[in-house]
């Protein structure tokens, strides 16, 4: 495990002149837990999520700002490796005034102390020392769990995406100070909603007119649904498509005779990010008197019979040990050449394709009402 040279605590303190202190914020927006801020950086995106009702004050400043455009062109100035890393000080838009980073931007909100923990991903402001009211432009993010902050620091969001990022941000070199020597900017913060599922709770009217097509390697699947048994397994499925998760995942696996497998986030390229987590939800078994016969689409699962989540399977031929087991959601409507020409593919010991098919996306085609 990895330890921290010095007491974050006292590096997070701040021990120079300070800006004058300055009105706070108005509220924030309407519905700000539906919001979620992108920070486009030099090394990639992180995404935010806000805590609105545990500090409030302290969310809409940070979204007035970012609204502002404040935050662009900030950098990452005080970097502690897999600790924490620190911005928001405008001062820090100039190389010149590198002696001076770390005072900018503060005494203008007071604190919000709650009880979110300083826990990996957590995003919490910067405060001068023994002045609980500092808090103003500056934040840091926990690279890990950082609980001896807890109640310490007025923490109002978490990281919902991008935790790679950070964590490459914490290791730039640095200072005997913590100051970064390598400038990573913020080129923009994006506000935007928080994306949803877009199938999530639509009727099964809505569910009825839609059909996916698979386009993989080797060819296209088209699909066909049955909300009125599996109404969830449907919507799960065509929300992951329709976000284009599936896209850069595979057939991983092929059994001749049974089954060909694939959709498996876990496998996909590149990785799925992170703010897609809560999307990724167990499914409550659908089972139905729905046999799987050839062609029939159904959800793989663990040995929970709850388990089910994202990947899928397609039947090769009647497989009555599967009848009552697995939630049936679809079926093949056309394409079965297709499938059995990736169940003919060579496969290694772990039933795995020799020569990846990939899933190049899975297109959501949903039928007009009359």
Known sequence: MRRLACSL???IAL????????????PAPADPARIEAVLETDLGSVIIRFFP??????????LKLAGEGFFDGLTFFRVIPYGIIQAGDPLTRNPAARDRYGTGGLRQLKAE???????RGALAAVLVPGDPDSAGSQFFICVTDQLQLNGQYTVFGQVAGGMAVVEKISTLPADARQLATERVAIRRVIIRTIPEPAYRGAPTERLQRCRAVIVTDVGEIELSFHPETAPEHVRQFLSLAAAGL??????HR????????????????????ETYGSWLQPLRAEFSDRPHDRGVLSMARGTDPDSAM????????????????YTVFGAV????????????????EQERPIQRVAIREIRVIEEMKP
Do not use: E, W
């Not at 102390?113 to 826990?119: A, K, L, T």
């Not at 599936?246 to 057939?251: A, H, L, M, Q, V």
């Not at 092929?254 to 990010?273: A, E, H, N, T």
């Open 254 to 273: 092929v059994v001749p005779g049974f089954v060909i497998q694939g959709g498996f986030l876990s496998g996909r390229r590149p990785p799925v990010d």
């Open 246 to 251: 599936y896209n850069g995942t595979d057939f």
């Open 15 to 26: 021990t120079v002149l300070l800006a004058a202190q300055t009105p706070a914020a108005p």
């Open 333 to 348: 409507t056309r394409g079965l050449d297709v499938v059995d020409r990736i169940a003919t593919m060579a496969c290694d």
């Open 113 to 119: 102390f709650n009880n979110h923990p300083c826990r």
């Open 9 to 11: 605590a006292g590096i």
């Open 53 to 62: 009702d545990a500090a409030p004050k302290h969310v809409a400043q940070f």
């Open 310 to 325: 994202d990947s899928f399977f397609i039947c090769l031929a009647r497989q009555t040990s599967l009848d009552g087991k």
